[in-house]
């Protein structure tokens, strides 16, 4: 997949480390990947295993966050040179302004645009006239979540909460402990028994304005209480720090000349989050922080929720904290635990830099004050103790951060969106799914009525031919999904009208009649097989009074796949998978699979329910089973991009008519059939 970044990155923003990080998971799984920003070297801010050749990012500087007109429209002008030249398959915006520019760049293409929305969006005229977010929006948080619905009136279903995801593997193998580089000559000559207390984020605007006031207003107490303590001031901007924290400082070090240490903007926040015996942020710098053990003051531009770490994760909120309950940023479930409700409302809030209204001051410094003389007070009363609870119990809260904030989950949801926007983009109508069984000679006797006769079953390829309709499988719709077919004259071969014909069971006729019509027409299905190679004919039917009909041998299933048709599991022996255990369910759909990979040598991907019988759990079996698409009867969404484990197949019969064909294949049935229903 070719896949475009564009964010605005004056300064090493959370966002940017966010885009960096995705960027480096897609260029691990060999998408192309193209990064536009006001940094042109962007793309050297990547870990080293991605900056070889065959793998490094391409990179372009562009003005993005300037707003003047003229500079947008050449902005636009230039991003749409960048999509004709690399053959953009999806846009992920990081800023509004990104968001923006993406928006109009696009117009009158098909390409799809993504939004992650880091912080709350001020209410701008072009936001209700346009849709500039594009066809998906990320939410970092629920309480984004909450803003963008009420306040700025978006969609719900367009917004998908997940988090500002972290790259954890690559900080452990990069992290030196003990060791500060280039501020290592300085460090020794603080006092070994000094504590260090770290500001971690942006110095500038409201974040800035609260880092002054616990600066100004707390400080010089504590300092006078606990002189030797070492205050750290790392991040952007400081060179922007308020008159308030700029005269703070001043005060501070006249009195203790040792007091603060101005470090800025620096690469190696990890090591000083090592060292700190406290770190003040919000955002990732908390989510990093927690991962490295170490306690947070989590504070940022919305509110003050409190300190968090093991000791006192499972205390009451913070009184002064006014967050409110939210969804579970993911389901409790994947955790294994249930999540404290200290820690779910710091989740909520992005560990106090968002909430879901517009709120005046919900930092309350006067309770930062208290929590900041309770936790010195015990660290120097019981420190050993303190370490010692630490390391026996932090990590827990350790693995709940990381199961949390994994960029590796978040990366591959966020592939999922893009196969999914990508596609409702292509094909925004309903794609017919046909479920054919039996393709006898003659009529058969039958109560189920489930074949079409050969001749009819002709006359619907003609049908199909007649009405422009391209036959695919499931594996050709992950593909062009994942933006992997082969290109012809430039170009991705992607049908105007695609249908997928599917086949249930294998019956011996769907070799005798149903390959070599298929095959004349230059078409391709679908055929979903059972697992149990002793199974030679439709017990399941045939023991209850129907017509029995041989099923295939392996060699005549073998012809299917050399035909280069997609073949899929249809359960071991058929069973009615809502009326069994979930284990003896589990081991149809899995064993299947299994087999039928071994016996035919081909990968399976999509898996057929029998009598089209489904339930939540067993939907989410298949997907545990290793399926990427599970198919229904009948039932499902409205878009086979709404439920890739529910997906909706019309059922073929022999007295279908040539209007009820007609129906059938046409992108409004799925919502006439729903209708209907009602």
Not at 297 to 316: H, P, Q, R
Not at 499 to 507: E, K
Request: net charge positive; hydrophobic share 40%; proline share 4%.
């Amino acid at each position: 997949m070719n896949i475009l970044h564009i964010l605005s990155s004056t300064f090493f923003a959370g966002s940017v480390a966010y885009a960096l990080a995705l960027t480096e998971k897609q260029l691990a799984e060999n998408h192309n990947v193209i990064l536009i920003s006001d940094t042109e070297n962007l793309g050297n801010n990547l870990s080293e295993n991605s900056l070889k050749d065959s793998f490094k990012a391409i990179s372009y500087g562009l003005p993005v966050s300037k707003r003047d007109h003229i500079q947008r429209f050449k902005n636009i002008r230039f991003i749409r040179k960048i999509i004709k030249k690399h053959q953009i398959d999806i846009i992920h915006a990081h800023s509004r302004a990104a968001s923006w520019l993406s928006y109009f760049a696009i117009l009158g293409k098909k390409i799809p645009l993504v939004s992650t929305i880091h912080g709350r969006q001020h209410l701008h005229t072009s936001t209700s006239l346009f849709d500039i977010y594009g066809d998906k929006i990320i939410a970092i948080c629920p309480n984004l979540k909450e803003h963008l619905i009420k306040e700025v009136k978006m969609k719900p279903e367009k917004i998908t909460v997940l988090p500002n995801g972290f790259d954890f593997a690559h900080l452990d193998k990069n992290l030196i402990e003990n060791n500060q580089g280039n501020n290592q000559e300085n460090n020794q000559k603080n006092n070994k028994n000094s504590v260090k207390i770290a500001f971690i984020g942006r110095f500038n605007g409201i974040k800035g304005d609260v880092f002054a006031t616990i600066l100004a207003d707390i400080f010089p107490e504590i300092l006078a209480k606990y002189p030797t303590i070492i205050i750290q001031l790392i991040g952007g901007e400081l060179e922007n720090f308020n008159p308030k924290g700029n005269k703070a400082i001043t005060d501070l070090l006249q009195k203790y000349p040792n007091a603060i240490e101005k470090v800025g903007f620096t690469a190696d926040v990890p090591a000083y989050i090592r060292e700190a015996q406290l770190v003040i942020g919000a955002g990732r710098v908390a989510i990093e922080t927690l991962y490295l053990e170490k306690p947070i003051l989590a504070v940022g531009e919305a509110c003050y929720v409190g300190i968090i770490d093991e000791n006192n994760i499972k205390t009451t909120p913070n009184a002064s904290f006014q967050g409110g309950e939210q969804a579970p940023l993911i389901p409790k479930e994947g955790l294994g635990v249930v999540l404290d409700t200290f820690l779910q409302n710091a989740i909520d809030t992005n560990f106090g830099d968002i909430l879901p209204k517009v709120n005046t001051n919900y930092h309350n410094f006067e309770q930062i004050r208290k929590d900041l003389f309770i936790f010195l007070e015990n660290l120097h009363q019981n420190k050993k103790t303190s370490e010692n609870l630490q390391n026996n119990a932090q990590n827990s809260l350790k693995t709940q951060i990381k199961v949390l904030y994994s960029i590796e989950n978040v990366h591959q949801q966020i592939m999922q969106i893009y196969r999914s926007v990508r596609m409702k983009k292509l094909f925004p109508a309903y794609i017919p799914i046909l479920m054919y069984h039996k393709i006898p000679d003659k009529p058969i006797e039958s109560p189920n009525r489930i074949f079409v006769t050969k001749e009819n079953f002709k006359k619907h390829l003609t049908f199909f031919r007649l009405r422009g309709l391209t036959p695919i499988t499931f594996v050709d719709y992950k593909n062009i999904a994942e933006g992997n077919t082969k290109l012809i004259q430039g170009r991705m071969p992607i049908p105007k009208k695609p249908i997928i014909l599917t086949f249930d069971d294998g019956y011996e006729d769907n070799f005798t009649n149903l390959l070599p019509m298929m095959q004349n027409f230059g078409y391709k299905g679908v055929i979903y097989l059972l697992g149990d190679e002793n199974i030679t004919y439709n017990y399941w039917d045939a023991d209850k009074g129907d017509h029995k009909d041989m099923l295939m041998n392996t060699a005549q299933k073998q012809a299917f796949v050399q035909a280069g048709w997609e073949i899929g599991a249809h359960t071991l022996t058929h069973p009615n998978l809502t009326k069994i255990s979930a284990e003896q369910a589990f081991e149809e759909m899995i064993l299947s699979k299994k087999n039928i990979e071994e016996t035919l040598q081909t990968e399976i991907i999509s898996f057929a329910y029998p009598y089209g019988s489904l339930n939540e759990d067993l939907k989410a079996l298949a997907k545990k089973a290793g399926f990427d698409f599970a198919i229904a009867t009948d039932t499902g969404g409205m878009h086979l991009e709404d439920d890739y484990f529910q997906i909706f197949r019309v059922n073929m019969f022999p007295q279908d008519s040539f209007f009820a064909l007609y129906k059938k294949t046409s992108s409004w049935y799925r919502t006439y059939y729903e209708k209907r229903k009602r």
